[in-house]
Every structure is written in structure tokens, then in C-alpha cells.
């Protein structure tokens, strides 16, 4: 008896968006650019903020649609690959659709045309550095197998003592973000108000030098922050693209200080601040808590290696 299979009849109007989602897309992009060159005042900036989104997502959509369908099997048999990958596509979308628009502003620089571009190359960029910021920080960590504890890469010990567990896993505060998103505010409120050239200028300092940093600063806490507690060690990591790690014996902290921010004290968030019995200190930013920390290093008893 022959196998039967029922397949679900899709929508033609949902396979028809499916198929010609490129094509449709490229065309909504080509027609915001249209309107933001023939338009003026309010309505060319909304034209031109369509044109800056619409023109990645058909370069992303572009990119889905070429991708080979062997890796396309593979992404949905790993999940994990899958979104991972959807995110390459989307930075390389981004990052192409922001070097085609600058290329093409600077070369028709004094047309309506290579101004918009130009424009739409500005405003793409910060996003560009962020987004290949955030997939250099994720290479890393997988070519370092996570960041998860492990004594032998963390201790240096090809044998690691039995008891080198972990006791505690202090957590990075989602409100690090808060300065950048407060950047990206206060760029918005300076492109809006009625403050002329000088609030445009403002606003683009603030949104192309001043966010992309701040957010990068923000990403580097938030994903590559970790702090660990064991019997006989206190582990550090930070950075961003290249993660320092630290593993300092437990007996020769000297002592540990906590640090509140402004938004620290708001949110509930500070720094750790670790100071050995050689004079030397280093500090871990972001900390949920930071006094729960100390409390706990207080309570512990230290693990002292033997002689």
C-alpha cells in the first residue's frame, strides 16, 4: 500500500508575497527613494528613513533566497545554527547595503540622489558597527567553546582539583543598555526639535559617533562579562572582541569594594571592585548586586592551596 502524504495547501496570496518578496521589496525601496528626492520637508524624511530600512531588508532577502538549500536542510535540523546563520545574513546585508550606499553617495556627491544616499549610508552605520562588533564577540566565544567555567582553561590546570566548582555566578544588569538607548534618544529629540542646523548636527555626532560607542561598550558588558566564585578562585572575564580572563587565588585578595553609578544606584547595578595583597586592583563592571558579591566572598570560607 502506497504511503500517503497530505500536504497543507498554502494561501496563493502568501506564496505569492513569498515568492516576490524581493522584487517587491526592491521596488517599495526604489519608490521611497523616488519620494524622498521629489518630496520635501517632513515627508522627504520619512521617505528617506523608509528607504534606509527597506533597502537592507532586500539585500537580507536577496541573500535568504541565494542561499544553498544543503545549508538551508542543515539550519533547520540545528536551531541554533539556524537563527545564528539568519544573523550573518542580516549583517551582511546590512554591511553591504551601507558600503553601496556610501560608494554611490560620495560618487554622485551634489545630486539629490547621491545626497540621499549618502544620508542613508549615515544613518546605516552605526548599525554596521554594532551588529559586526556583536558577530566578532559571538566568534569569539565559540572559538573559545563558550563561556562557560572551565578550570583547565580558566586555572591553567590539566587536572584541576576536584573541589574547583562553582560556588557562585554573579549576572551582568540589562540596564547597561540604558546609556546607549538615552544616546539614541536624545539624537531623535535633536533631529525633531526646532533647533535648525545646530540640532542636526548635534543629532548626528550623537547618533554616528557617540551611540555606536556607547553601544559597544554596552554589548562588551552585557555578553562578554562574567564572574565566577569557587572554593579556592575568583574568575573574571571582560572585553568585547578579545575577552580578558583572570583567575585570582581567593587568599590573596586583599580586599573588595563596590562602586554604584548614577543609573547604578537607580537600577540596582555597580562595579566590583578587587583589590590583591600586591597593591595591584582590577574592577568588574555591570554587576547585579555587587554587595550580594561581596556578601557572599565574605561568607565563604577560602580554599588555601596546600604547601
Known amino acids: 500500500m502506497a504511503d500517503t502524504f497530505i500536504t497543507h495547501r498554502q494561501n496563493p496570496m502568501v506564496r505569492f508575497f513569498r515568492r516576490r518578496a524581493t522584487q517587491l521589496l526592491l521596488l517599495a525601496a526604489a519608490l521611497a527613494l523616488t519620494l524622498s528626492i521629489v518630496l520635501s520637508g517632513e515627508h522627504a524624511f520619512i521617505a528617506l528613513l523608509a528607504f534606509t530600512l527597506l533597502l537592507p531588508a532586500t539585500v537580507i532577502s536577496l541573500f535568504v533566497r541565494w542561499r544553498p538549500s544543503r545549508i538551508a536542510r542543515r539550519s533547520s535540523q540545528d536551531s541554533r545554527?539556524?537563527?545564528?546563520?539568519?544573523?550573518?545574513?542580516?549583517?551582511a546585508g546590512v554591511v553591504a547595503t551601507t558600503l553601496i550606499c556610501l560608494v554611490l553617495g560620495v560618487g554622485a556627491f551634489g545630486t539629490a540622489a547621491g545626497i540621499i544616499l549618502l544620508t542613508a549610508g549615515l544613518l546605516?552605520?552605526?548599525?554596521?558597527?554594532?551588529?559586526?562588533l556583536l558577530a566578532l564577540s559571538m566568534g569569539s566565544r565559540i572559538r573559545l567553546g563558550g563561556t562557560a567555567?572551565?578550570?583547565k582553561?580558566?586555572?591553567g590546570k590539566e587536572y584541576p582539583d576536584p573541589d574547583e566548582?562553582?560556588?557562585?555566578?554573579?549576572?551582568?544588569?540589562?540596564?547597561?543598555?540604558?546609556?546607549?538607548?538615552?544616546?539614541?534618544?536624545?539624537?531623535?529629540?535633536?533631529?525633531?526639535?526646532?533647533?535648525?542646523?545646530?540640532?542636526?548636527v548635534v543629532a548626528i555626532v550623537l547618533y554616528v559617533i557617540v551611540f555606536p560607542g556607547v553601544a559597544a561598550y554596552a554589548m562588551g558588558l552585557f555578553f562578554d562579562t562574567q564572574l565566577w566564585v569557587t572554593p579556592g578562585y575568583l574568575i573574571a572575564e571582560t572585553g568585547l572582541v578579545a575577552v580578558y580572563s583572570r583567575a585570582v587565588p581567593r587568599h590573596v585578595i586583599q580586599a573588595l569594594g563596590v562602586y554604584?553609578?548614577?543609573?547604578?544606584?537607580?537600577f540596582g547595578y555597580g562595579w566590583v571592585v578587587v583589590t590583591l595583597d600586591d597593591g595591584s586592583c582590577f574592577f568588574v563592571p555591570g554587576i547585579v548586586d555587587p554587595e550580594g558579591v561581596r556578601g557572599f566572598l565574605d561568607s565563604q570560607p577560602v580554599h588555601t592551596p596546600a604547601a
Do not use: C, M, N
Request: charged fraction near 10%; proline fraction near 7%; hydrophobic fraction near 60%.
Open 81 to 91: 545554527l539556524g537563527w545564528r546563520r539568519f544573523f550573518y545574513f542580516v549583517l
Open 124 to 132: 546605516l552605520l552605526p548599525p554596521t558597527i554594532i551588529l559586526t
Open 149 to 151: 567555567f572551565d578550570p
Open 153 to 155: 582553561k580558566q586555572l
Open 165 to 200: 566548582r562553582v560556588l557562585y555566578q554573579a549576572e551582568v544588569h540589562w540596564a547597561v543598555f540604558v546609556p546607549a538607548i538615552l544616546v539614541l534618544a536624545l539624537s531623535v529629540f535633536f533631529t525633531l526639535a526646532p533647533f535648525g542646523t545646530f540640532g542636526q
Open 260 to 266: 554604584y553609578s548614577l543609573l547604578g544606584r537607580l
